[in-house]
């Protein structure tokens, strides 16, 4: 018993917090919202640390690579898993709406909205990983394009030989500084969490009414099934038994970072740290993590299609033909890949969602509206489904015999 306190203590101690959190925001409700500076300072914390964390870790990752080779078949699973497990994340979402339509019969009142730029989605790729301006990498607003840049830089100072080993060692002492400065704000977690889950529950607990309520009670039963059955199935197939129970005995922490902060970046240390404990390579958590906290969004995926439902609903539009689903699944895992990885950035796919069907300006609001209600379980399922990404590539990778031998190391 012990063994096993001291094993899950801190994941208990996050759960406790969690709870306290839930308890206060039903008792102060609006009042809650007193408590939001202590959660905003765990949030600007992780936010800080993200940008040069994810540059580090990414150029040391790379860089450290002998074999170019690796990091190319690294990068190659890594796509893979990402568009087919979307893919199936967004069929799995459509059969669900297809069967219940939680829109049915709502009634919602459209208020004037603004006028919604037509978006080009060539001019939304060049967006997505490139900037104008190298200072704008230093922003957590652009992440892919730092991204990008982290991974040419690494594979730079990797072309350079014996002469890029001191700067290699460098960018690997500085990774790891980084993860310490992580574990140092993990400390603090605990009073972030309930603070944040406190605003949270006083805040929007009371707008879960009409028409909403059953999109939201929809999503959080289907996010539950998901992360149950194919979170499950992904850590066999990526490690079997011993990959199931490694999954499950170190994802909370993950979990309720992402639930609390309703970031995927926020949650990225985190999961650098959960992905470490279960066994997976440093290599291939150190370039999957960082590119999935912004281009792998499940959570995301599943909401597009609860969006594109309820719109299609409510505007009486017919939500048939295989043309029509393979459109919202293709408009689905785009959103999903083009999403930001900060509290809101949901925005930018209902904006995408909106534009492409051609639904009216005040169709925003009304996507904006669930996109924040199930703000929370969605960056849950988007910052957890990494993990198992991380998970298959290292299968992929390594081969089906990589947590066993992470096991014999123990």
């Not at 078949?73 to 994340?89: D, E």
């Not at 830089?153 to 072309?159: E, M, N, Y």
């Amino acid at each position: 018993m012990r063994k096993v306190f001291k094993t899950y203590r801190f994941s208990i101690l996050l759960l406790f917090s969690i709870i306290i959190g839930c308890i206060l925001g039903m008792i102060l409700k609006e009042d809650a919202v007193i408590l939001k500076p202590f959660g905003d300072v765990f949030l600007n914390l992780m936010f800080t640390i993200v940008v040069p964390l994810v540059f580090v870790t990414i150029t040391s990752a790379v860089s450290n690579m002998i074999d170019l080779k690796r990091l190319g078949k690294i990068l190659k699973n890594l796509l893979i898993v990402f568009f087919v497990t979307g893919f199936i994340a967004a069929l799995f979402m459509l059969i669900v709406v297809k069967i219940y339509n939680p829109a049915e019969g709502a009634s919602i009142v459209l208020e004037a909205g603004e006028e919604i730029t037509k978006i080009s989605i060539g001019d939304r790729i060049v967006q997505a990983i490139t900037v104008t301006d190298f200072s704008n990498l230093l922003s957590r607003s652009n992440m892919l394009p730092l991204i990008v840049f982290s991974i040419m830089f690494g594979i730079g100072v990797s072309t350079l030989g014996k002469r890029g080993n001191e700067l290699s060692r460098l960018l690997d002492t500085l990774s790891k500084v980084m993860m310490k400065l992580v574990k140092y704000i993990m400390y603090y977690a605990p009073i972030g969490l309930c603070a944040y889950f406190a605003t949270l529950i006083g805040q929007f607990g009371p707008q879960l009414i009409e028409g909403y309520t059953k999109s939201v009670v929809l999503y959080i039963v289907v996010a539950i099934i998901y992360f149950l059955v194919f979170y499950t199935l992904y850590a066999f197939v990526a490690g079997g038994k011993n990959g199931v129970k490694a999954f499950y005995r170190h994802i909370l922490p993950s979990t309720a970072t992402a639930l609390a902060t309703q970031s995927s970046l926020a949650s990225l240390p985190t999961n650098l740290d959960t992905a470490k404990n279960i066994g997976v390579p440093k290599d291939i958590r150190e370039v999957v993590l960082p590119i999935g906290a912004t281009m792998n969004m499940h959570g995301s995926v599943i909401g597009s299609i609860l969006k594109i439902s309820f719109l299609f609903t409510i505007f009486e539009k017919s939500f048939t033909g295989i043309d029509t689903y393979l459109i919202a699944i293709l408009i689905a895992v785009l959103s999903g890949v083009v999403m930001s990885g900060i509290p809101g950035g949901g925005l930018i796919g209902e904006m995408l969602v909106v534009s492409l069907y051609g639904f009216p300006p005040a169709a925003f609001l009304i996507a904006s509206t669930i996109g924040l209600l199930i703000d929370a379980p969605a960056t849950a399922l988007n910052v957890v489904d990494d993990i198992s990404a991380s998970m298959l590539v290292t299968r992929s990778t390594e081969g089906k015999d990589w947590i066993n031998n992470k096991l014999l190391k123990e």
